[in-house]
């Protein structure tokens, strides 16, 4: 299963630059793969305890988990900058 691009910027961006699937992501958090996918896809969100997770495995702050749009609006400021 390959990374393609998806909404939530902060996420993807972590595994595309660590050379992280979604079924390997899946497996560190103890999740399914359909699970991730919709996390990345803004479709489903986090339990307290898996954002801790996510944010312990990544170093993404929490706000940036839980708030992906408006990385997303500052990533598309920044490149029109």
């Known amino acids: 299963m390959t990374l393609k691009h998806y ?3 902060p996420l993807t961006d972590w595994m595309r630059n660590n ?3 979604v079924v390997r992501f899946a497996e560190k958090i103890n999740v399914t ?3 991730v ?3 990345l ?3 489903r969100g986090m339990s307290k305890e898996l954002l801790k997770k996510i944010h312990t495995i ?3 702050p ?3 988990l839980l708030y992906p749009e408006e990385n997303l609006t500052e990533n ?3 490149k029109a900058a």
Do not use: F, R
């Open 7 to 9: 909404p939530h910027i």
């Open 41 to 43: 896809n803004l479709k």
């Open 33 to 35: 793969p359909a699970h």
């Open 76 to 78: 598309n400021k920044n």
């Open 62 to 64: 929490i706000e940036s």
């Open 37 to 39: 996918n919709q996390i």
């Open 58 to 60: 990544t170093g993404i």
């Open 19 to 21: 050379n992280v699937s």
